[in-house]
């Protein structure tokens, strides 16, 4: 039953992020707005020949197939957001990161260091003795 649980958290937490990385670009995908991308731009313009860059064979139907379903039928914009947010989930994950565990911890006191700008100056331990 805990797997299960687990699992389906899981399966909300990626279907939340479909779903942001969805709203975040909404008004491009509705009204159909492609983002320039320049080296795209400069190949068409300077008449350059993709059919050995990107074939589009019939035998490469399964393939493209394949690639819609892994890229889960997003747009290219959606999809690299949506991935960043996955991937992002899946370290955390990974980590097995717990919001509690991200607070100071008691022993750790402010330091001078921290107005020198000294990363994590203001986290440094306390000796023994030191009040």
Known sequence: MKFLK????DVAAVVFFAILAF??????????RVLNQGDISAGIGAGEDTYQI????????TVSFIEKAYHLWLPDNVWYLFVYLLGFYILLRA???RQHRAQPRAGCRPCCHAQSGAPY??????QRGQG
């Open 54 to 61: 990107a074939p589009s064979y019939h035998s490469t139907d």
């Open 121 to 126: 100056g203001h986290l440094v331990p306390q």
């Open 6 to 9: 687990q699992g389906l958290l």
């Open 23 to 32: 709203a975040y670009f909404y008004p491009a995908d509705v009204e159909n």
């Open 95 to 97: 980590f097995d990161f």
